[in-house]
């Protein structure tokens, strides 16, 4: 047995971070409401970096989606998933940002109609390391990672691992 690279992260106790009305939870050892699992090394960007940025700019956020099964297609994806996605890694997130009343809609960017709370908010993670889906030469925007190389070694090794250790069942800790 192997230790998993996923982490179950309680967005719970994330002051600006709450699962969205579509989110689709995944069945694994020990799982509990309010749970997402993503890449260990991703956590922090999530819990962290995210987190801290909507709280600074005065907006929430709503996961759409975080790590995937390969082979399971994703609910109501506004673009076709890449072969190689960071979210089967462990290292990617699809949300809206909501700002006041206003949820900042894949419609609303594509118009150009998005909130300034949702350009601050972009802008502070993009200061942090972090990649905005829209910027993609086909747009996402509802998606955010921290790129691990999808054609490096790393990539393969965590999507082995990542996907094995899921569909084996192997346990997950639980991280802040």
Known sequence: MTTSPLVRLDVGRLSKISLGQDFQPLDYPEAKKGEVLVHADFAGALSGTMNQAASTV????????TFRREGIPPAGAVVAPATRSQ????HAVDLNIVDGSTVNTNAMFQAGDQTEGADKFIAAVKARGLRWGGDFSTADFVHFDDFLNPNGQDYDN???????????????RLVN
């Open 58 to 65: 005065g907006v929430s956020l709503h996961l759409n989606q």
């Open 87 to 90: 979210h089967l890694v462990g």
């Open 158 to 172: 965590n999507f082995f691992f990542a996907q094995k250790c899921f569909e084996h069942q192997h346990p997950m």
